[in-house]
């Protein structure tokens, strides 16, 4: 692999990493001396007056839709992961939607990580202008037994009354390191939508925040699967700054074997925020003795007349319940498998893909059912 990780200081500043001990890993200072290119296609490009997608670095006019959108904004898993993605990525998509502009098939981007496409460091832009709705979906994969290495920045703009949806799915080799920065600004009566799917990478660390202003709505609505000694990350921070705005998260998990994870989520009520309204809910099943679940749901609070909900829940899973359905046919790996699948169904159904779903749906088979995990 061309980026190398070394054991040294850890830059990455959020504290529950140190639960997954991941505390020693750092990017190597030359790495941007060894990133190569990302040759494949990854995305439809499509450019006429209304609409602009395509490849970021084929973008050259990026500035001419980003002249109102100022100050820096502070995001991510690290500033120095952030930086990465921004300034030496080799790959990602720059989407500009207009005014009142409707996108009815949701767009897709697809990193296939390969022997010659090892490193993928993307840098994503999303501008939703007034009134106008985009999904996009992104995924991420890798083909053979390969050391794969993801780092990801994915900035969403949308402005007033503006939808969109980001369906986010990785679902990298067990070799594989996976670190992703989102953010979202979105305006006065504007809803952003983001559902991640996280099913693979030996690491993963995910982190996304969604400033809300007045009016505005955001949900994070997120599942996972982590089997073997795999380690996962999550971090997920609605920021309410303007009144009348609404936030929503809901996760659903499963752990086996001896993985380990970490789930952080931030409801933030800012003064200025009267009348906003957030909740979260993560529910895990804990299939195994040895996992780990750490949960860290945070309500923050600087303003009256705001309402805020938040639960954790790990449970085992029901013994008599398993015995029952494996005493009509099913193996223990298929029993898990429906436990799994009606968890997360209410989640996969909200996808607006059928392929997708058969994709993700696959992926739950392959971690419960194949030889080896049963």
């Known amino acids: 692999m061309s980026i190398q990780i070394k054991d040294q200081m850890n830059m990455l500043p959020v504290r529950t990493y140190r639960w997954l001990n991941v505390n020693h890993l750092i990017i190597d200072e030359s790495m941007d001396k060894q990133i190569k290119n990302y040759n494949k296609k990854y995305v439809d490009e499509l450019k006429d007056e209304n609409i602009l997608i395509g490849r970021i670095n084929n973008v050259v006019s990026i500035n001419q839709f980003m002249n109102d959108i100022s100050g820096e904004i502070e995001y991510g898993v690290s500033k120095k992961m952030v930086q990465m993605?921004?300034?030496?990525?080799?790959?990602?998509?720059?989407?500009?939607?207009?005014?009142?502009?409707?996108?009815?098939?949701?767009?897709?981007?697809?990193?296939?990580?390969?022997?010659?496409?090892?490193?993928?460091?993307?840098?994503?832009?999303?501008?939703?202008?007034?009134?106008?709705?985009?999904t996009f979906i992104i995924d991420y994969s890798t083909i053979g037994d390969i050391d794969a290495f993801h780092n990801g920045a994915l900035k969403v703009y949308a402005?007033?009354?503006?939808?969109?949806?980001?369906?986010?799915?990785?679902?990298?080799?067990?070799?594989?390191?996976?670190?992703?920065?989102?953010?979202?600004?979105?305006?006065?009566?504007?809803?952003?939508?983001?559902?991640?799917?996280?099913?693979?990478s030996k690491k993963s660390v995910t982190n996304y925040i969604s400033n809300l202003t007045d009016g505005s709505q955001s949900n994070i609505e997120s599942i996972y699967l982590v089997d073997k000694e795999r380690e996962m990350d999550l971090s997920y921070y609605m920021n309410h700054?303007?009144?009348?705005?609404?936030?929503?998260?809901?996760?659903?998990?499963?752990?086996?074997?001896?993985?380990?994870?970490?789930?952080?989520?931030?409801?933030?009520?800012?003064?200025?925020?009267?009348?906003?309204?957030?909740?979260?809910?993560?529910?895990?099943?804990?299939?195994?003795?040895?996992?780990?679940?750490?949960?860290?749901?945070?309500?923050?609070?600087?303003?009256?007349?705001?309402?805020?909900e938040h639960?954790?829940?790990?449970?085992?899973?029901?013994?008599?319940?398993?015995?029952y359905m494996m005493s009509r046919g099913f193996n223990k790996g298929e029993a898990m498998k429906l436990i799994v699948e009606a968890s997360f169904n209410p989640i996969i159904d909200k996808i607006p893909s059928d392929d997708v779903k058969d994709i993700i749906r696959k992926e739950i088979h392959n971690r419960l059912i194949m030889e080896g995990n049963v």
């Open 311 to 323: 639960a954790a829940s790990a449970g085992k899973v029901d013994e008599d319940k398993l015995f």
């Open 85 to 134: 993605a921004e300034h030496l990525n080799n790959s990602g998509i720059f989407a500009y939607v207009a005014k009142a502009m409707t996108i009815e098939k949701p767009i897709i981007v697809e990193y296939k990580m390969d022997d010659d496409n090892d490193v993928v460091i993307d840098n994503n832009i999303i501008i939703a202008e007034e009134n106008s709705r985009a």
């Open 241 to 308: 700054i303007g009144k009348r705005s609404v936030s929503n998260m809901e996760i659903k998990g499963a752990l086996k074997d001896r993985a380990k994870k970490v789930f952080k989520g931030t409801i933030d009520f800012k003064l200025g925020s009267s009348k906003s309204k957030g909740r979260e809910e993560e529910a895990v099943i804990l299939f195994d003795k040895d996992v780990k679940s750490d949960a860290v749901p945070i309500l923050l609070c600087t303003e009256d007349d705001v309402s805020g």
């Open 159 to 200: 402005k007033e009354g503006a939808y969109v949806k980001v369906i986010k799915i990785q679902r990298m080799n067990d070799n594989s390191f996976h670190f992703d920065s989102n953010v979202a600004i979105v305006e006065k009566d504007a809803n952003v939508d983001f559902i991640q799917v996280e099913f693979g």
